[in-house]
């Protein structure tokens, strides 16, 4: 005598409660490493450590932009390495993102 088997309908994964959180961290990560990029760059063509070459943008830039940094120097001297990071946090941001509007 065989006994009869109850079939379940398949149901959809319910979606975790921190998909919101996740996507708004993700996007918070993005704007901060966009906007530490921009004003390290920035302050550092402002102190002199990074040089822009001739052309009408640095000819449009007046005298009293120039002057002493605001960010510290760790950052300044290796703008770099901030903006390289900031590249990477990005990217890595967005991985992280796609993936979290994929599933």
């Known amino acids: 005598m065989t006994t009869p088997t109850t079939k379940t309908a398949p149901c959809a994964r319910p979606a975790p409660a921190f998909d919101g959180l996740r996507t708004a961290g993700s ?11 921009a004003a390290t760059a920035v302050d550092a063509v402002r ?23 605001v960010l510290p120097d760790l950052l300044v001297h290796n703008v ?24």
């Open 27 to 37: 996007l918070t990560t993005i704007v901060l490493a966009a906007l530490i990029m």
């Open 80 to 103: 770099g390495w901030v903006i390289a990071l900031g590249v990477l946090m990005i990217l890595g941001a967005g991985a992280a993102l796609t993936r979290s509007i994929r599933s």
């Open 47 to 69: 102190s002199g450590m990074l040089q822009l070459g001739e052309g009408p943008v640095t000819d449009a830039i007046s005298a009293s932009f120039y002057g002493e940094a």
